[in-house]
């Protein structure tokens, strides 16, 4: 498998076969296991995961190939009811997900109780024309809701992938037979430079729990590609100078931590040597800046 590279796939695209092909969207609460079931899906590191809720920012475009189709799955940002411009802007993410895609997936978690979130989301899904697939998550963990038992209602677990097969099964009588979009050898649309500040945020949300990540975001500023390695120069940018200090001075062995993690990482990615080097800035007030946030999102 190896990343998407649209060029290459636009001077091919006459040649691919025929397969059941779409787009599916997944969409639900924050930390619902939306990545990590796309991760356990392909075995492959494609959307970032940690405990910290709204870790996804940007929609992850994920490609799933077996004999008979391709899947191509939306990994969405948290959707919730929000007048913020940086969280506005995370929604639309979500939301031109569901517009762009042949079936839905509602993951909804059975380890937390009902909240507002689940009902502006049953209010969107209200206005949608495509089949919309229920995926009850976590179902290994005690549920604190009520799971229904019918055939729409998927209980899955990725920790040990059960309803795995069905839930692929069940989203293949949505999709029509048509060429196929991509190779069968790509599994994602993000390019090099996406990939590697998302790994890196990751490290960042790991290790700096709940005190800044959401104050952060990682920009990758170089990236000399040659056969024998990498050589990344990437910016961990905060929104105050109070905040950069204590990531540089307070967390300086965090982020020795982070840089070590990300390299380790992004060497298994790109299966070859990696040099980070790590600088940390600051830039004010970043998540009020709408300019700057489309931007970020276009």
Known sequence: MQELNLDDILSRTTDLKEKKVGYVAIIGRPNTW???????LLWKKISITTNVPQTTRKRVLAIYNDIDSQIIFFDTPWIHASEKVFNTEINNQAISSINDASVILYFIDTTREWWAEENYIKSLLNEVK?????????????????????????????????????????????????NMLFWEDYYTSQDMFFRVSEIIREKVFLHTKEELPHSIFVSVEEID????????????????????????WKWWELVSKIWKESRLDLQKIFEKKVFLSLRVKTREKWKQDENFIKKMFG
């Not at 069905?166 to 029509?176: H, M, N, Y």
């Not at 590609?225 to 540089?248: C, K, P, W």
């Open 34 to 40: 939306k990545s990590t079931f796309i991760n356990t």
């Open 130 to 178: 495509v089949p919309v697939v229920k995926v009850y998550t976590k179902t290994d963990l005690p549920p604190k809701i009520n799971v229904p038992q019918n055939e729409n209602a998927f209980k899955i677990s990725s920790t040990n992938k059960t309803w795995f097969i069905e839930l692929i099964e069940k989203v293949k009588t949505f999709l029509k037979k048509w």
């Open 225 to 248: 590609d040659r056969e024998d390695g990498m050589n990344i120069l990437a910016y961990i940018y905060t929104e105050t100078d109070s905040q950069r200090y204590i990531v540089i």
